[in-house]
Nanobody, 119 residues
Framework: QLVESGGGLVQAGGSLRLSCAAS????????MGWFRQAPGKEREFVAA?????YYADSVKGRFTISRDNAKNTVSLQMNSLKPEDSAVYYC?????????????????WGQGTLVTVSS
């Protein structure tokens, strides 16, 4: 089970930190990712932490993904937010053995947390 938190309303240029709490005792064996879906748009990849970290070009240099295996959490620090970052953000997980790109093959999803960036 994945539960996101930390969404909210922020002005452009501001920051938010999203967190995702995972249940289970094998969290460290899972690749973790963040995705987002804006109204009327398809869900898109934002960031992933596998052996390395990966970012969508649109967030590179502004967002940072990290994980704490001792606490079973993955976070997304979002800085310099833009109105186009507004979306529902989803945490996702896949077994570490999956051979796929950083934005593919996720089996487990959270319920999402809404981020709204005002201009």
């Amino acid at each position: 089970q994945l539960v996101e938190s930390g969404g909210g309303l922020v002005q452009a240029g501001g920051s938010l930190r999203l967190s995702c709490a995972a249940s289970g005792r094998t969290f460290s064996r899972y690749d973790m990712g963040w995705f987002r879906q804006a109204p009327g748009k398809e869900r898109e990849f934002v960031a992933a932490i596998l052996r390395f970290t990966y970012y969508a070009d649109s967030v590179k240099g502004r967002f940072t993904i990290s994980r704490d295996n001792a606490k079973n959490t993955v976070s997304l620090q979002m800085n310099s937010l833009k109105p186009e970052d507004s979306a529902v953000y989803y945490c996702a997980a896949r077994p570490g053995a999956v051979v796929a790109g950083p934005g593919e093959g996720y089996d487990y999803w959270g319920q999402g947390t809404l981020v709204t960036v005002s201009s």
